[in-house]
């Protein structure tokens, strides 16, 4: 296991370094909340694009799995939103495996739109040209079906990681941007997406890399 702090450059080239003849690569970054996942993994996508010179490579989001409010609503899950039974990780791996599966027509993936706080169908299309996938998420090391099944999916997998104190920062600012008091945001940070964390920072033993930001390298 090795730590590193974020260099997008590098970090393009190793996940190019894995895109074989033929088939799909797929990286995993798992990582706790407001880790820096998402912007990770939309950075070396892009970079990985610029290096190739052709849309080769896609940032795919686990978000997107998130159960419906109203689903959530009905199973009494809504309340702990971002918990591993309020995702269709079922779904997320039958994606994973499609990707690796159908090549000859584009795939569409849903997306997560935080200004409504929904999924939506088909938001991200894979075209078959597009052959590195930077799937991230809370939950793509935890053990236990279906989230086992993800890892031997993986050509590689990575772990986001930030201080504790900066993540409940990233948070708290990202939930107030989205509508929630101060106070309310806090305790959301730290109750809900805290619970989280506990149960993700141990995957962090079966990444091949550990990325830092917002702390000391
Ligand atoms: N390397 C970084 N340096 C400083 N700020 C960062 C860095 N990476 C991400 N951030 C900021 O932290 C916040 C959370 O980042 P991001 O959305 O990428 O995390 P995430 O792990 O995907 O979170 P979530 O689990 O909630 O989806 C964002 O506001 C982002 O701008
Ligand atoms: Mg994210």
Redesign the pocket.
């Known amino acids: 296991m090795i730590a590193t702090s974020?260099d997008i450059d590098t970090l393009a080239r190793r996940a190019l370094g894995l895109v074989g003849a033929g088939g799909r690569t797929i990286v995993g970054i798992a990582?706790?909340?407001?880790?820096?996942?998402?912007?990770?993994a939309r950075a070396v996508a892009r970079r990985a694009c610029e290096l190739a010179g052709a849309p080769l490579a896609v940032h795919l989001p686990m978000?997107g799995f998130h159960l419906a409010n109203a689903t959530l609503d009905a199973l009494g899950r809504r309340d702990r939103k971002g918990a591993i039974d309020t995702f269709d990780g079922w779904g997320f791996v039958a994606l994973l495996n499609r990707l690796q599966s159908e090549l000859d027509h584009t795939v569409y993936a849903p997306g997560f739109e935080r200004t409504v706080d929904e999924p939506v169908a088909g938001a991200i299309a894979i075209e078959p040209s597009a052959r590195l996938i930077l799937a991230?998420g809370?939950y793509l090391l935890a053990p236990g079906a279906p989230w086992s099944a993800v890892r031997p999916l993986l050509a590689e997998a990575w772990f986001?990681d930030a201080p504790e104190e900066e993540r409940v920062r990233?948070?708290v600012?990202?939930h107030t941007r989205h509508g929630r008091s101060p106070g309310a945001a806090l305790a959301w940070a730290r109750d809900v997406d805290g619970a989280n964390a506990r149960l993700i920072e141990p995957t962090r033993d079966s990444a091949a890399l550990i990325i830092r930001?917002?702390g000391p390298a």
Do not use: V
Request: net charge neutral.
């Open positions: 974020p990582g706790s909340p407001g880790s820096g996942k998402t912007t990770l978000d991230e809370n986001a990233r948070l600012d990202r930001s917002g």
